[in-house]
C-alpha cells in the first residue's frame, strides 16, 4: 500500500502587522540621530517652560497673588499684585470652574505671567511632535509614546525622559551597526 505524503496546512496570508519588523530599517537611521537631536532641543525648552509656568502658577494662585510684568509703570521687570475676586475661596483658586472666582490682575504693561503659559501650551504642541517623530521611527509600543507625551506635562519629567532616551537610542544605533558590520565581513579562509 502506497501512501501519499502527509499534506501541509493551508497557509495564511500574511496580515499587514505581521509583515511589519519591529525594528527600525538601517536605512532610517541617520532620519533617527535628526529625530533624537529635534527631540532633545524640544525637551529641554519644554521642561524649562513647564518649570516657569510652575513658577507662575504658585506666584499668581498661592497667597503670594502676584504676576510678573514687563515695562509698564512698574518699570523693565515688576510683580504686580493679583486680586482674587470676593467669591472667591481657597479652594477655588486650585480647581477650576468651581464657583464664579475671578483673578483680577492690577498690572499695566507685557504680561509675562500670561506669555509664559501661552509659549509654553504651543511649544507643547511642538514638542509632541518630536516625541512622535522618535517613537515612530523607532518604533516603540503606543504606552511608551504616552510615556514621552508627559514629559511635558509633569514637571521636570521632560528633562530625566531626554537624558533615558537619548541614552538609549544611541545604544540601540550603535549595536545594531555593530552587528551588521559583523553580519556583512565575509568569513576569511584560514592561512596557507
Known sequence: MVTSP???APRRAATRLDAM???PKLATFPAIRNALRFYQICSVITGVGLLLLLAEMILKYTPIHTELFAGGSGGLLWFAPVI??????WWSLFLPQTNSCEMLSTGDGFNVSLAI???HGWFYVVYLF???????LMRWSFPRFILLALGGVVPALSFFMEARVAREVRTYLAEREAAEAAASIPATEGTR
Not at 482674587?84 to 475661596?89: P, T
Not at 518630536?130 to 515612530?136: D, E, G, L, N
Open 117 to 119: 503659559l501661552v509659549v
Open 6 to 8: 502527509p499534506r501541509e
Open 84 to 89: 482674587a475676586g470676593a467669591d472667591c475661596e
Open 21 to 23: 519588523p519591529r525594528a
Open 130 to 136: 518630536s516625541c512622535f517623530r522618535v517613537w515612530s
